[in-house]
């Protein structure tokens, strides 16, 4: 029989108390059983000691689930997901806080290195602070907060936060310790019912961030989350919520990592940002998932629901992402400019070489007055890649006023590779004005032999010319990030020619 | 001792033969010019020497410090010694001057086996170099080539000679495009690399270039061959009586 049916039996034929400790032996393996259930979303639920209104949002959202279908409008190829051949929760380790470096799987210290992202951050889940005075950039502090698989594992300076009065914390922990902002925000920016991935992501996250900061606060210090996936056929299920409360700023980056894998690995993941008014948030993403051998085997599957909501007057959203993994990416991080005057951003690098599909962009969605957003997408294609950028900028009626500016470029790595771009725009108001501009261009052999003749390797003339191309966007990004970004770059289009 | 020995090169480009059969020894020590009509294949030379995708050598051999040139891939005969200042150097944008410059220094150490530069040692050296090329700092800080007129853009290729101090210098067309003032200042910087240990070939249209670097020898190049070789005076006598009479020879 195979096991997710014989999960659909075993979780029949037993009753409540048998099932709750069948599933105790489970919970030394830290695993739940392959496949999707009502069973499975309670046993996350439970595991997780939430209150009943948190499971029956989560329930509600698994039976919207089941009468939805998967979007099929993306230009990106994939079999057919056998959502009942997945684990849906696993955590690689009892939960606890990490208070030294040794308690820190050290495959995981290797991918951070290999990442870019330096020991001094992983140091720092020690609370190892820098000396006081030391303004270097690079060592501005830093709070993460490390998800493996779908449990946090560690949340650092979490009381020098407090003092500032910002939360920070594992959204698990937050749904039991502020039930009363969690309850207040969580799917108010994506309803349980806005699409596939979403509404499953809401039955079945196991953990993620939340982020308040209250009126007032400009956040002390970066906050980071790792998001990493160890465990085999494990989908990754975070949920993320970040709400900057009246005249707040802070300023958030995740980093993405998985081991290589034969299989395709499922990340349905969910960011939900509020900015009040005069509030901003500054949203960074370094996505380096798993992206699937030369071949095309094995990846993530990294399908993404990112929206933001500038709910008050004169609120700013900006997000800014360097997406170099995944086989497939599927991710849209959009702004509902609500509030007059506020404004929102996307500045983007999507990197894709061998087989890697990326199909990615935003949506920014006016409905206040005087509100403006801004589009900076740069696609790189290399290998035998699709990378589309796909992208929408709406004025509403009442949007008087609403501006836009959007330039998107392509550039070509070979010839086997593709980028499209697809734009959508619709004004409903003769006031707004819309600019888009877009180009796509092929490496230049000029430019790479100039470079090849000063030196350079084919592919460190490459790196180096991609990161000339991408340059307006590794700005946006915090300093010490945009260094390992742009060697991150490098990195991800290797053997991308010749 | 021999640099750079070309014997009876022949390369095609497109299935058409565009050198055929090219010889010619350039001694350390030596600047040697080439010069020749439109489409003789001067560039072509200066791209195969330099390893160029899309020549295709089918005869012949090129020998540098007596080691076979085109067995190396063009990163190496970079690290190797060899340098070309481009006709037409390109435009690298959003990659800032100063950190190519760097990068490029550095990849060819690298390749060598030596340390790389540090920071302090690498600004001291670019701004000594600039300064005495008329380069100011300014035009450093952007992105390569960008926006640089055409006689900076081939100032900053002898800029980035003198920093790379390569032992063979191809400077193709180095004069083309700039004004008196900016030609006499690229002259004086490619002048000031002359060595006994250091050879230039210098490709060129124009005898007024010769004036300010002076060639111990001039070769006429026509139709893919080099049809005459001799002092600095050819270079006077062809500008009194143009490429006609080589036609034939070739
Ligand atoms: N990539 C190419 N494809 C086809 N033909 C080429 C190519 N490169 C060079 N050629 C041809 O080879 C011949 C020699 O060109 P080359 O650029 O070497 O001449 P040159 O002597 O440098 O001329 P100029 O004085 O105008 O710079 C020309 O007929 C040119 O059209
Ligand atoms: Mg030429």
């Known amino acids: ?498 | 001792m021999a640099l750079l020995e070309v014997k009876d090169l022949k390369v095609r480009v497109e299935e058409r033969e565009i050198l055929h059969g090219l010889t010619l020894t350039v001694n350390e020590g030596e600047v040697h010019a080439i010069m020749g009509p439109n489409g003789s294949g001067k560039s072509t030379l200066s791209h195969v020497i330099a390893g160029k995708p899309g020549y295709e050598v089918t005869d012949g051999q090129i020998l540098f410090k007596g080691e076979d040139l085109l067995e190396m891939s063009p990163d190496e005969r970079a690290a190797k010694g060899v340098f070309l200042a481009f006709q037409y150097p390109v435009e690298i944008p959003g990659v800032a001057t100063m950190t190519f410059l760097r990068t490029a220094l550095n990849a060819q150490r690298k390749a060598r086996g030596e340390s790389e530069y540090s920071t302090p040692d690498f600004l001291k050296k670019v701004r000594e170099v600039s300064k005495s090329l008329n380069i100011p700092q300014d035009m450093l800080k952007r992105g390569v080539n960008v926006g640089f007129s055409g006689g900076e853009k081939k100032r900053n290729e002898v800029l980035q000679m003198a920093l790379f101090e390569p032992s063979l210098c191809i400077l193709d067309e180095m004069d083309s495009g700039l004004d008196i003032d900016a030609l006499r200042i690229a002259a004086d910087g490619v002048n000031a690399l002359r060595s006994p240990k250091r050879a230039m070939v210098v490709i060129t249209h124009y005898q007024r270039l010769l004036n300010y670097i002076v060639p111990d020898v001039v070769h006429v190049m026509s139709k893919g061959r080099v049809v005459k070789s001799g002092g600095k005076e050819l270079a006077l006598e062809l500008e009194a009586s143009g490429y006609a009479q080589f036609e034939d020879a070739a």
């Open chain 1, 1 to 498: 029989m195979p096991a997710v049916q014989e999960t659909v039996e075993r979780v029949k034929r037993i009753d409540v108390d048998q099932y709750r400790y069948g599933f105790e032996t489970l919970i030394d393996s830290e695993k739940a059983p392959k496949g999707l259930s009502e069973e499975i979303v309670k046993f996350i639920s439970q595991k997780k000691n939430e209150p009943a209104w948190m499971l029956q949002w989560r329930l509600e959202a698994y039976r919207r689930w089941l009468t939805m279908q998967e979007p099929t409008w993306a230009r990106v190829d994939y079999p057919k997901i056998d959502f009942q051949d997945l684990y849906y929760y696993a955590a690689p380790k009892p939960k606890k806080t990490v208070t030294s470096l040794d308690e820190i799987d050290p495959e995981i210290l290797k991918t951070y290195e290999k990442l870019g992202i330096p020991l001094r951050e992983v140091a720092m889940l020690e609370g190892v602070e820098p000396k006081v005075g030391e303004d270097d950039p690079a060592r501005r502090k830093i709070a993460v907060d490390a998800v493996f698989d779908s449990v946090s594992v560690a949340t650092t300076f979490k009381a020098e936060l407090k003092k500032a009065g910002v939360i920070f914390m594992p959204i698990s922990e937050a749904i039991r310790e502020h039930p009363e902002l969690v309850q207040k925000y969580l799917g108010s920016v994506v309803p349980t019912s806005d699409n596939f991935y979403a509404t499953l992501n809401s039955a079945v996250f196991s953990d993620g961030s939340f982020v308040y900061v209250p009126p007032g606060v400009r956040c002390p210090m970066e906050l980071s989350t790792y998001f990493r996936i160890n465990e085999r056929n494990t989908g990754q299920f975070e949920r993320t919520l970040i709400i900057a409360d009246k005249g707040s700023y802070v300023s958030y980056l995740e980093g993405c990592t998985a081991p290589q894998r034969d299989e395709n690995q499922l990340h349905a993941a969910v960011v939900e940002l509020v900015a009040h008014d005069d509030a901003e948030i500054k949203y960074s993403t370094v996505q380096n998932w798993y992206p699937g051998n030369s071949e095309g085997k094995g990846g993530i599957y990294n399908f993404v629901t990112k929206r933001g909501d500038c709910r008050g007057d004169r609120s700013k959203i900006s997000w800014t992402q360097v997406e170099t993994g995944s086989a497939i990416t599927w991710k849209y991080p959009s702004c509902i400019l609500r509030g007059d005057n506020s404004s929102g951003e996307f500045y983007s690098i999507a990197i894709s070489n061998g087989f890697q599909q990326v199909d990615s962009g935003t949506k920014m969605i006016h409905l206040g007055k005087n509100t403006s957003s801004r589009i900076i997408s740069k696609g790189i294609a290399a290998g035998k890649s699709q990378n589309t950028y796909r992208g929408l900028v709406t004025a509403h009626r009442k949007a008087t006023g609403a501006r836009n500016f959007t330039a998107c470029d392509s550039l070509l790595i070979g010839d086997k590779c593709g980028a499209h771009t697809v734009p959508y725009i619709e004004a409903k108001n003769s006031s707004a004005t819309f600019e888009h501009e877009a180009t796509t261009s092929k490496i230049s052999e000029d430019v790479l032999f100039y470079c090849i003749q000063r030196g350079l390797s084919q592919e460190e003339a490459v790196g180096l010319v991609v990161n000339g191309f991408v340059k307006d966007v590794l700005q946006q990004l915090p300093m010490e990030f945009a260094v390992e970004a742009q060697k991150l770059i490098s990195i991800s289009l290797e053997g991308s020619v010749g």
